[in-house]
């Protein structure tokens, strides 16, 4: 793959210094600095064919450790009491190879794991280390609700978000039916999604705004919050949960968003909710796919997302006077979308210039 001077194809724009070109060639900038050729000429030597699709756990890694660093210079700029925590989206990848490095190079961090299914609860249950952060979103049956309350009794963390009241009404019954079958079951915690007023942004925009298929409206948060008092499970009662789309480029819709969801966290605590303490602002953050100068897709730096969100829920704990949230978020492209190459090798060449000698032409042609 040898490149002209000028075909960088935007490597300055999206690259973030991951691949570096020298002498015509793509580096992988890490280590030992070897070329995507090299590596592919040594697993073809190998006898792989291709397409090749190479993973570089060290830039999961790089991702993560961005995330937390970005989150916690914006909880020191601004003192904020709360703490972040971080949930990777399994539907964004669910293959072994990528969880499994995902895992060992987020231990320090607490990363946890985010599932919307019962194949993917399972892998939550299996990979997550004990004690960091699992949660479980998406439409949920009896089955799966009983195996949040058998994560919870092997002794995860994890908090079951509540996408409409039937759901409620099988945790209240799961609940019930725990605590006569054992002798003192751990519960998960409770989050409640919300289905905000502010529409959703970028893909996927349908999954977030008020037309979304997710979450509870106003006045089905108010009957859960009652059903939850009247059973005596508001002490589970832990997190308030929106995610408003996905790549978003923009960041003001989220600020809009996080500003209705966070007054309904304030609201809720004051109204008696007192284990509230998190918010989950979900996934959605960008990834710049662009190659060209001026066409960038983001129009914000990781920087300025945290400390928006970080004063944006510091301001409204202050202004309604309760404790400042952990913040979690769900982001999955963020975190993945970088960390693998595809490389394919090429059959043919198509060229969009045409000779008169390929043309075939007759004596006499048509004008065409
Ligand atoms: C609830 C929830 N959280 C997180 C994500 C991940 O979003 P992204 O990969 O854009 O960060 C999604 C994606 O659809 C989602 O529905």
């Known amino acids: 793959m040898r490149l002209g001077i000028q075909k960088h194809f935007g490597l300055d724009i999206w690259g973030d210094d ?15 600095k070897p070329s995507l050729l090299h590596i592919t000429k040594k697993l073809r030597a190998k006898g792989y064919k291709g397409p090749l699709l190479l993973r570089f756990p ?10 937390f660093d970005t989150f916690e210079t914006a909880r020191k700029t601004f003192d ?4 972040f925590q971080a949930v990777f989206p399994l539907k964004v990848n669910q293959f072994p190879n990528f969880v499994e490095s995902l895992m060992s190079v987020s231990k320090s961090h607490h990363y946890g794991l985010e599932a919307g299914s019962k194949a993917e609860l399972i892998i939550a249950m299996t990979k997550t280390p004990i004690g960091s952060p699992i949660t479980v979103n998406g439409f949920k049956d009896k089955e799966m609700i009983s195996l949040c309350f058998l994560a919870s009794n092997m002794g995860h ?16 019954q799961i609940h019930k039916a725990f605590k006569l079958s054992m002798k003192n079951p751990l519960s998960p915690k409770i989050g ?11 893909i996927w925009a349908k999954s ?9 409206t106003s006045t089905e948060l108010l009957e859960a919050y009652e059903m939850l008092r ?6 589970y009662l832990w997190m308030v949960h929106f995610h408003i789309g996905s790549q978003m480029g923009d960041i003001a819709p989220l600020k809009k968003a996080l500003r209705e969801a966070g007054n309904i966290y304030a609201e809720l605590k004051k109204r008696g909710a007192t284990s509230l303490g998190a918010i989950n602002i979900g996934g959605g953050l960008a990834v710049e796919y662009s190659q060209h100068e001026g066409k960038q897709e983001r129009n914000y730096s990781l920087q300025e997302f945290a400390n928006d969100v970080v004063y944006l829920m510091q301001d409204i704990a202050k202004s309604k006077g309760v404790e400042e949230p952990d913040i979690f978020t769900e982001s999955g492209r963020y975190i993945a979308a970088s960390h693998s190459v595809l490389i394919a090798p090429v059959l043919e060449l198509f060229s969009q210039e045409y000779h008169e000698k390929g043309l075939r032409l007759k004596d006499i042609n048509p004008l065409l």
């Open 18 to 32: 991951n691949f570096i070109i020298e002498e015509g060639l793509i580096h992988i900038n890490h280590g030992s």
């Open 208 to 216: 977030g705004g008020y037309s979304s298929k997710f979450g509870l």
């Open 192 to 202: 409640m999604r919300i289905r905000l007023h502010s529409s959703g942004i970028g």
């Open 80 to 83: 904020y009491t709360g703490a």
């Open 58 to 67: 060290h830039l999961i890694e790089k991702q993560i450790t961005t995330l």
């Open 157 to 172: 963390n994890i908090t079951v978000t509540i996408e409409g009241l039937e759901e409620l009404k099988t945790i209240i």
């Open 230 to 235: 009247q059973e005596n499970l508001l002490e």
